[in-house]
């Protein structure tokens, strides 16, 4: 993630030092602890925080754990694996559902903070998982705040109880309260409701916050905390929770590009468990967060969990199926690669996935670099031929792709770029499909693969006599005749391999006359 991208990169690098030691040292782990501390430090994790994650890591790395590992240094990376889970708030924590439905839901936090933005996620989350969220419009002191939460509701599909104008009108407390009873009418089963903030912590936020709170009684109370706000998030949050308390926090804009490192700062400070992480302005950019899943993603270990759960919510496994057995029986089309296509855009952005792999942060700029358009112009380019084109590439001829590449804002290179690669692709994932290694382009068959052995022993059977004519074929075999060099004709008769000019025998005037008909 953005957010922690400058702690990630200090602490691979240092990382990086440690794999070249084959055996490590006492000065060798304070070296590594003194640069795990600075680089916590320049991240605004909060100085408590910092002392007792470096205590325990230089403690345990000095211990027998690591001097009887095969491996230290990969023993220290897990050391430190495990201790950033620990601080991130340990095992995962899910919302907390009532017993008797609905289940209320209170959200706090500074004016700024995405408390309206994730209202509209959260309910999105919920109806996917099917329950009736209903969003309650209890801001009513900031300008436009329960016009905002209209819309957002409007986007995510969720229904929304807004009795009160805003902009300064209207009772908070008395909105809440009545929101809760029409949940409770209209059989939803969650409600949500979306409380005022202050840019700063005062009196009279926390009274309103508390007085919501004890008139609504609140199953869950999540605080949402800018991740950018740097060591003011964590005195803000002990503010929040001496004065109203809270059962959880969200972390949000943790896509920025700020340090961030005082959302590390969070769950450990407070004890209250971290349930779900912010990551983008989309209704869909929000997830339930994963302690051990964050602390691989901050030292760049990948997060393939969340990869495979996006990809099995994105994909339909029927269509998998039959797409696997198009593959196999090389019927696949320009029409299965744009459902495939348009299932991919689903998981959202490329750039989210590729940062998911282990081991891409030594890639970011390639990554920040990916051009997430290309994906929608090749489906405009597809979308331009008709079906029948679709379903046969291979009758693409020159005019075809002309009108194809006009239709669709593209020139004739787009398109024929595009059904080189689809050729590429195509071939490559039959190969898959069949159980074989693919051959990447500009690259020999794979060893082990179904193209290299049987090839092989094809040509070394090969290598003695080839002309199907008895006199060439005595020739070759007694090593009279000069084989064409590479850089010959097409019929061989070019430079011989000493580089002179070497003229043709007999035996080749005569199979050359017997072509023609001379003969």
Known sequence: MATF?????????????LRTKGKLSAADVDATVREIRRALLDADVALPVV???????????????????????????????????????????????????????????LQGSGKTTFAGKLARLLEKDGHTPLLVAADLQRPNAVNQLQVVAERAGATIYAPEPGNGVGDPVRVARDGVEHARRQQHDVVIIDTAGRLGVDAELMKQAADIRRATQPDEVLFVIDAMIGQDAVNTAKAFQEGVDFTGVVLSKLDGDARGGAALSVASITGRPIIYASTGEGLDDVEP???????????????????????????????????????????????????????????GSMKKMLGMLPGMGAMKDQIENFDESEIG????????????????PKSLNGSRRLRIARGSGMTVTDVNQLVQRFDQAAKMMKTVAR??????????????????????????????SRSG?????AAENAGRVDKPAANGSGFGLGAGAAGGDAAPSEADLAEIQKMFGKG
Do not use: C, W, Y
């Not at 007792?52 to 009887?68: M, Q, S």
């Not at 590992?69 to 995962?92: D, S, T, Y």
């Not at 382009?441 to 059977?461: C, E, F």
């Open 377 to 392: 112009r090749t489906e405009a380019i597809i979308r331009s031929m008709t079906p029948g084109e679709r379903r046969n």
């Open 469 to 473: 004519n008895p006199a060439k074929r």
């Open 289 to 347: 967060f994963h302690p051990d899943r964050m602390a691989s993603r901050i030292l760049d270990l990948g997060d393939v969990l969340t990869l495979i759960e996006q990809a099995q919510q994105a994909f339909d496994e029927d269509e998998a199926r039959k797409v696997a057995e198009k593959l196999s029986k090389d019927q696949f089309t320009l029409e299965d690669f744009l459902e495939q296509m348009q299932q991919l855009k689903k998981m």
């Open 435 to 464: 159980g074989g290694m693919p051959q990447m382009p500009g690259m020999g068959p794979v060893p082990g693969s179904h193209g290299g052995g049987k090839r092989g022993k094809q040509q070394k059977a090969k290598s003695g």
């Open 5 to 17: 991208g400058t702690l990630s990169d200090r602490l691979t690098d240092t990382f990086r030092n």
């Open 51 to 109: 002392k007792d994650f470096a205590t325990t890591v230089r403690e345990r790395a000095l211990g027998d754990e690591v001097n009887r590992a095969l491996n230290p240094a990969q023993q220290v990376v897990q050391i430190v694996n495990e201790e950033l889970v620990g601080i991130l708030g340990g095992a995962q924590r899910r919302l907390q559902f009532a017993k008797n439905p609905p289940t209320v839901i209170m959200l706090a936090g």
